[in-house]
């Protein structure tokens, strides 16, 4: 994200993973410098989910944000601007994509690709059983293992429920292990004011009740929840001043 103002050259602010080396970061800097920026500031990937997802990420307690990712899911705690805990999960939707597709293989002897796993998990994908234990349904084409020959099937919500509980439950674990691992006074604040979910993979149906029920937390969805990322980028630009320590312009 850049400001540009007359005759001056723009400022720009770009948004890093969390667990960027030092040596990482100096080559996005210079990267953006020498592309004709004036002044490169970075800000850390959880703390821009986190402003883009409208939390007070300045004032002195504790939130938690967790970004669930296409590759991974980063669960981070932050108070007065500093990442106080931050870990990064190799579960996101690409591993839900793949779940669906071991399940129709497993259980249907069905061959689908990742795309339409995908398809089936943003149409109808849920975290969490259906009360009427079937859900909706959706037909979807593959390869049939048996005879190698097009098929068809029809699945379920609650089928897809059940192929997606693995990658579920191991987001539910690094909240859990993150709350923890967290301060107790931190940990006490998030209990009382929730957590918050970012990213395309808190689009899933139910995550959020599914989260719910296995962490005994309040979990919310950001609006938007895919371009929180981009949004805090973007914020933090525009409310420079104020979020001046969260911007990093010196490693
Ligand atoms: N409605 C939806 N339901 C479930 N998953 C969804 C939905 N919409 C998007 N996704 C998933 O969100 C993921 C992409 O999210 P996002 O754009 O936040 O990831 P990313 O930032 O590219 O990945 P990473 O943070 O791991 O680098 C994809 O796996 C996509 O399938
Ligand atoms: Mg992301």
Known sequence: MHKRTTFSKPKIIVCVPHGATPVEKRAIRQSVLSAGARKAGLIAEPIAAAI??????????????VDVGGGTTEVAVLSLGDIVYARSVRVGGDRM???IVNYLRRQHNLLVGETTAERVKTAIGTARMP????????????????????????????????????PV????????VALETTPPDLAADIVDRGVM????????????LALREQTGLSISV??????????????????????????????
Do not use: F, W
């Open 222 to 251: 950001a609006d938007e929840a895919l371009n929180c990322v981009a949004l805090g980028t973007g914020r933090a630009l525009e409310y420079e001043k104020q979020l001046r320590h969260v911007i990093d312009y010196e490693s």
């Open 131 to 166: 009360d009427d234990g079937r859900g909706v349904a959706m037909t979807i084409r593959g390869r049939d293992l048996l005879n190698g020959v097009p098929k068809e099937l029809e699945v379920n919500q609650a089928q897809i429920a059940e192929a997606l509980a693995e």
């Open 97 to 99: 994509d793949e779940a």
């Open 197 to 208: 979910l970012t990213g395309g993979g808190a689009l899933l149906g139910e995550l959020d």
């Open 169 to 176: 439950q191991q987001i539910c674990e690094a909240v859990m």
């Open 52 to 65: 883009g997802a409208g939390m007070p990420i300045t004032d002195p307690t504790g939130s938690m944000v």
